[in-house]
């Protein structure tokens, strides 16, 4: 069945890098899905990478994908406070546009 | 271009009580989707609609929950009768082809 999983917390200094590890179980995924959640706020879609490429940047934003091993990762340079936020990996496939979710990395960002 | 729109942002009722919540997509999309979230989780697909007619209902309590789109536009899901085990966040998102763009919410308390 299909199973998303993400660690839980993550602790970065402003100006460091954060690092966000998300795996997948389901082999047909076509896509794989990046977003973030600010308390009391619904889910910003930050960006997706379909399923036969291996690495999207945007801005700050860099997602690698790794096909072989089911891991998806979202590297955020130059973290600053407002990203603190809880960010969720998700995945749909063609046949099944509704997104499977992690349960959310909480990430938190100190001055 | 508006967001998805969804009311009421909160809502309190006691158990057996039934509760309704609306959704109104962004302009043109076809998808709708309901998604439930409860507190420290991801989000878990109940409905998807595609225009007026049901997709995937595979997740949801149809005991309980019963959802509607009959213009193919806004949509409404209601839960009668409500059980505690209902309080979460009902996200309402709304596509055209491979991105899902979410609403704020509507936070379910059920006492």
């Known amino acids: 069945g299909e199973d998303v999983e993400q660690s839980l917390f993550l602790s970065v200094r402003e100006g460091d890098s954060s690092v966000i590890n998300c795996t997948y179980t389901?082999?047909?995924?076509?896509?794989l899905y990046w977003y973030k959640q600010e308390p009391g706020a619904g889910l910003q879609l930050l960006t997706y990478?379909?399923?036969?490429?291996d690495m999207k940047q945007d801005q700050r934003l860099t997602v690698l994908l790794n096909k072989k091993d089911k891991h998806l990762s979202l590297r955020i340079a130059d973290t600053q406070t407002g990203d603190s936020a809880i960010y969720f990996c998700?995945?749909?496939?063609?046949?099944?546009?509704?997104?499977?979710f992690g349960s959310g990395t909480r990430l938190q960002v100190q001055p | 271009e508006a967001g998805v729109a969804q009311s009421p942002r909160y809502k309190i009722i006691e158990k057996r009580q039934s509760v309704a919540f609306w959704c109104n997509p962004i302009?043109?999309?076809?998808?709708l989707y309901w998604y439930q979230q409860i507190l420290g989780q991801g989000p878990k697909l109940l409905i998807q609609?595609?225009?007026?007619?049901?997709?995937?209902d595979s997740q949801l309590p149809k005991d309980r929950f019963s959802a509607e789109r009959l213009k193919g536009v806004d949509s409404t899901l209601k839960i009668q009768p409500a059980k505690l085990e209902d309080s979460a966040v009902y996200l309402c998102?709304?596509?055209?082809?491979?991105?899902?763009?979410f609403g704020p919410g509507t936070r379910l308390t059920v006492l």
């Open positions: 389901d082999s047909s995924s076509t896509y």
């Open positions: 609609f595609q225009n007026n007619g049901v997709v995937d």
């Open positions: 998102a709304s596509s055209l082809s491979d991105e899902q763009f």
């Open positions: 990478i379909f399923s036969n490429m």
């Open positions: 998700a995945e749909s496939y063609t046949g099944r546009r509704a997104l499977t």
């Open positions: 302009s043109g999309h076809a998808t």
